[in-house]
Structure formats: structure tokens, C-alpha cells
């Protein structure tokens, strides 16, 4: 690939590129109309740093820890990048721990999501701040095959209305049988407040 077509991409065909020897040591910037998204490859083969700064309010959120590139396209989906973004793309050294600053970190308040986990024929529903890295813990000790259906910020419905709502197909803790019903309401609401 030459410089001048490293330069730009479409988000959806830059990311894939993202994996393999040659595509290490990426940094890609993406700028919008009210945002600045910044993607940095880790050192860790595989995984890549995502964190963004808003015009607006002169904030800067991201991750702690590299996200993997099979959940980079969900990552950008939900922190909503739009599609068409065009990316700046340059090669640089891989970075070994997150850009943001140790204090950052410590002041950091990041909103709470509403995952929904399928895993065979049931569904975890559960709160966490960072679901994709969730999603990789929970699929360390699992027997089955996890997808993240999606998720959604608390403030538009809480976890435990969730679990009020469904109780009577719960199967145990935050696991809750997959019913057409509950499929449904939960691609709603995904589809709703995504």
C-alpha cells in the first residue's frame, strides 16, 4: 500500500488492516463535526488503543486498556462514528500502556451500559462501563460461545428494571432465558437508543 493510500480510508476498510505484521504500528485520527476519535495500535498484537476528545465540552474519554480489533467496528459503532469518517493514517511505534494520563484515569467517570450477552439459549443482562472488555472476561471461564447483542446507557432503562421486567424467565443470577419476547424488546431498545 503507498503513503498516499495509507492516508485515507473509509472506517470500515482501514480497521481490518489494522491486524498483521505490516499494520503494527498504526495511529489513525478521525475528525467530525464535533469530535475527535484517536485509534493507536497496542503492543499487545491484535489490540488497539481508542480514546476521543469532544469540542464542545472540552472532554476526553477513553479506554484503559486496548480494545481487540474483532470488537473495533462495534467499539466506533457505539461511540458514534460516523460512517463515511475519513481517517488519518500514519505509522508509528506501538504503545505499550493507554495515552491518557494516570490522573485521568482517577477522575474518570465513565456512564454505566446495559449489556445483553447471548450465550447459547440464554442472555446476560448486566451493567458495566466498558462491555466489550466485560464480554472478554466473561468469555475466559465460559463453556459456550458469547456474541454482545449490543448495549445501551443506563439512563434510558436501569439494569434492574431489566430484571424486574423478566424475572419470570430467569434462569439464574443475570442469566435469563432467550425468548422471542425478550429478543425482541431487547433489538428494540437497542435499536432505539443506540
Given at each position: 500500500?503507498?503513503?498516499?493510500e495509507?492516508?485515507?480510508?473509509?472506517?470500515?476498510?482501514?480497521?481490518?488492516?489494522?491486524?498483521?505484521?505490516?499494520?503494527?504500528?498504526?495511529?489513525?485520527?478521525?475528525?467530525?463535526?464535533?469530535?475527535?476519535?484517536?485509534?493507536?495500535?497496542?503492543?499487545?498484537?491484535?489490540?488497539?488503543?481508542?480514546?476521543?476528545?469532544?469540542?464542545?465540552?472540552?472532554?476526553?474519554?477513553?479506554?484503559?486498556?486496548?480494545v481487540?480489533?474483532?470488537?473495533?467496528?462495534?467499539?466506533?459503532?457505539?461511540?458514534?462514528?460516523?460512517?463515511?469518517?475519513?481517517?488519518?493514517?500514519?505509522?508509528?511505534?506501538?504503545?505499550?500502556?493507554?495515552?491518557?494520563?494516570?490522573?485521568f484515569?482517577?477522575?474518570?467517570?465513565?456512564?454505566?451500559q446495559i449489556?445483553?450477552?447471548?450465550?447459547?439459549?440464554?442472555?446476560?443482562?448486566?451493567?458495566?462501563?466498558?462491555?466489550?472488555?466485560?464480554?472478554?472476561?466473561?468469555?475466559?471461564?465460559?463453556?459456550?460461545?458469547?456474541?454482545?447483542?449490543?448495549?445501551?446507557?443506563?439512563?434510558?432503562?436501569?439494569?434492574?428494571?431489566?430484571?424486574?421486567?423478566?424475572?419470570?424467565?430467569?434462569?439464574?443470577?443475570?442469566?435469563?432465558?432467550?425468548?422471542?419476547?425478550?429478543?425482541?424488546?431487547?433489538?428494540?431498545?437497542?435499536?432505539?437508543?443506540?
Amino acid at each position: 500500500m503507498s503513503e498516499s493510500e495509507r492516508k485515507y480510508h473509509e472506517v470500515a476498510n482501514i480497521f481490518p488492516l489494522m491486524q498483521g505484521e505490516e499494520y503494527d504500528g498504526l495511529k489513525a485520527t478521525g475528525i467530525t463535526e464535533g469530535k475527535v476519535f484517536f485509534l493507536q495500535s497496542s503492543d499487545q498484537n491484535g489490540y488497539t488503543y481508542f480514546w476521543w476528545f469532544e469540542k464542545e465540552t472540552d472532554c476526553l474519554s477513553g479506554f484503559d486498556k486496548p480494545v481487540s480489533n474483532a470488537y473495533l467496528t462495534t467499539v466506533l459503532s457505539h461511540a458514534c462514528v460516523p460512517d463515511g469518517t475519513k481517517w488519518n493514517v500514519i505509522h508509528c511505534d506501538p504503545l505499550s500502556k493507554s495515552p491518557l494520563p494516570e490522573e485521568f484515569h482517577q477522575k474518570a467517570i465513565f456512564e454505566n451500559q446495559i449489556y445483553f450477552i447471548k450465550g447459547y439459549d440464554k442472555v446476560k443482562i448486566g451493567r458495566a462501563s466498558f462491555p466489550i472488555t466485560r464480554l472478554d472476561a466473561l468469555r475466559t471461564g465460559s463453556p459456550v460461545p458469547l456474541t454482545l447483542l449490543g448495549f445501551v446507557p443506563e439512563r434510558f432503562k436501569s439494569e434492574s428494571s431489566w430484571h424486574i421486567e423478566f424475572h419470570h424467565i430467569r434462569s439464574h443470577g443475570e442469566w435469563f432465558y432467550l425468548t422471542e419476547e425478550l429478543e425482541a424488546r431487547i433489538h428494540e431498545h437497542i435499536s432505539e437508543y443506540s
